[in-house]
């Protein structure tokens, strides 16, 4: 298998210094695997639980920064702040930012710039809700999403993208694996039209929405998947490994 597969953990709002344990059996058992492995965390414990982690093959992230690096900014928390706690790459126009704090893409563009010139990759996510997908507008949406939110210095080691379907997420529900590979494949060929050949073969599209160790096995089967963002089941050990471990095989 030549493909480097990419599993990243989204914890959300879940997890204090209690937590501290799960992430230390994670990392214990990513010592096997030769997947690219990071959780994203909530910021209160990236630091603990990066000084924690010995494993050499997981790594910690972070869920969301805002664009700029220092400022009046009550509340908010910048790339190079988290950067600097040990984060080492972070999530950028999560579903769940984009519809309940308002985000835009152009928003999800400039914290994404942000993080790069931080030094950090950015994983930029996109999807359509169960609205859109009933009336036809997936692919619409998704490239749209894309476009606006991919920064200019984007390319392959930088940046790595997500879709995730709203309706998928917490739900569940998994799109077809027909309409998976048809969404990644959409996607990809948009990066070529705005990246170059290149770029848009080696870029990693990840495919976030219920994934369980159950179902990681197919979803890592399809040609244009690269790896997955999980949420619910990243934060039992168990499960997170299992679905690590699918990528493997
Ligand atoms: P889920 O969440 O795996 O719990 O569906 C995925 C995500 O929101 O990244």
Not at 59 to 80: R, Y
Request: some cysteine; aromatic content about 4%; glycine content about 8%.
């Amino acid at each position: 298998m030549d493909k480097k597969y990419f599993i990243a953990g989204n914890w959300k709002m879940n997890g204090t210094l209690a937590s501290l344990s799960e992430i230390i059996k994670i990392d214990k058992a990513c010592a096997q695997l030769d997947s690219d492995l990071v959780l994203c965390l909530p910021a209160t414990i990236i630091n603990a639980a990066s000084e924690k982690i010995t494993s050499n093959k997981l790594v910690i992230g972070a869920q969301d920064c805002h664009p700029k690096d220092t400022g009046a900014f009550t509340g908010d928390i910048s790339a190079m702040m988290l950067k600097n706690v040990g984060a080492k790459m972070i999530i950028v126009g999560h579903s769940e930012r984009r519809m309940s704090c308002g985000e835009t893409s152009l928003l999800v563009k400039e914290k994404a710039t942000s993080i790069i010139n931080t030094g950090l990759p950015a994983i930029i996510c996109v999807g359509e809700t169960e609205e859109q997908k009933l009336s036809g507008e997936t692919e619409k949406v998704v490239c749209s999403q894309l476009k606006n939110s991919l920064p200019n210095m984007s390319n392959d080691e930088n940046t790595i993208i997500a879709y995730e379907p709203v309706w998928a997420i917490g739900t569940g529900k998994v799109p077809s694996l027909d309409e998976i590979n048809h969404v990644h494949e959409t996607l990809r060929n948009l990066l070529r039209e705005v990246k170059g050949a290149s770029i848009s073969k080696t870029i990693r599209i990840l495919y976030g929405g219920s994934v369980k160790p159950d179902n990681a096995k197919e979803i890592f089967s399809l040609d244009d998947v690269d790896g997955a963002l999980v949420g619910g089941a990243s934060l039992k050990a168990d499960d997170f490994i299992n679905i690590a471990k699918q990528a493997q095989i």
